[in-house]
T-cell receptor
């Protein structure tokens, strides 16, 4: 069975500050991990994905995530927050023969001016 | 640009009145998914099609049905909407990856359903 835990339903940062959104996963097979962003009343947009090629994954909009097997983590970071980064962020895991994505509960990022 | 399109973006229906949501894609992907997302929650998979093969999630109510007449289109039918079915409905597509490679799911903008 697979699962994802996102620590912190809300994260608030100042504009220009480091963004850190936490994701821990559980998987009995080698996982594929994804971060999606959702703006209000929009669908989900892929930020980045890990597919075992490299542990540090760079995505769009300056985001990156590092896969740490020993910690079963895939935290999302961005060095400097921008007001436009305010959105809901979902971590998801997939793997094995299933096409299903298992989503975390989401983290709402607030960016203060 | 290749994309996933959902119509309408907003749908209002009456309690118990059947409603159909539509999804189309220009990506030519084999797999199409329907998710339900309630406020401040993660998307919940209702079912998916791999080509014409329908795969229902065990906890999807019978009230929800789906049709996929061709590769490009997929429909979500709610036979008798209840107040609890008010949500955002998201369509997504993916293609089966090479062995061991999990392909990305691409999402449409969603249809927000309001049940009066």
């Amino acid at each position: 069975a697979q699962s994802v835990t996102q620590l912190g339903s809300h994260v608030s940062v100042s504009e220009g500050a480091l963004v850190l959104l936490r994701c821990n996963y559980s998987s009995s097979v080698p996982p594929y991990l994804f971060w999606y962003v959702q703006y209000p009343n929009q669908g989900l947009q892929l930020l980045l994905k890990y597919t075992s090629a490299a542990t540090l994954v760079k995505g769009i909009n300056g985001f990156e995530a590092e896969f740490k097997k020993s910690e079963t983590s895939f935290h999302l970071t961005k060095p400097s927050a921008h007001m436009s980064d305010a959105a809901e962020y979902f971590c998801a895991v997939s793997g094995g023969s299933s096409y299903k994505l298992i989503f975390g509960s989401g983290t709402r990022l607030l960016v203060r001016p | 640009d290749a994309m996933v399109i959902q119509n309408p973006r907003y749908q209002v229906t009456q309690f118990g009145k059947p409603v159909t949501l539509s999804c189309s894609q220009t990506l030519n992907h084999n797999v199409m998914y329907w998710y339900q997302q309630k406020s401040s929650q993660a998307p919940k998979l209702l079912f998916h099609y791999y080509d014409k093969d329908f795969n229902n999630e065990a906890d999807t109510p019978d009230n929800f049905q789906s049709r996929r007449p061709n590769t490009s289109f997929c429909f979500l039918d709610i036979r008798s909407p209840g107040l609890g079915d008010a949500a955002m409905y998201l369509c997504a597509t993916s293609r089966p990856g090479l062995a061991g490679v999990r392909e990305t799911q691409y999402f449409g903008p969603g249809t927000r359903l309001l049940v009066l």
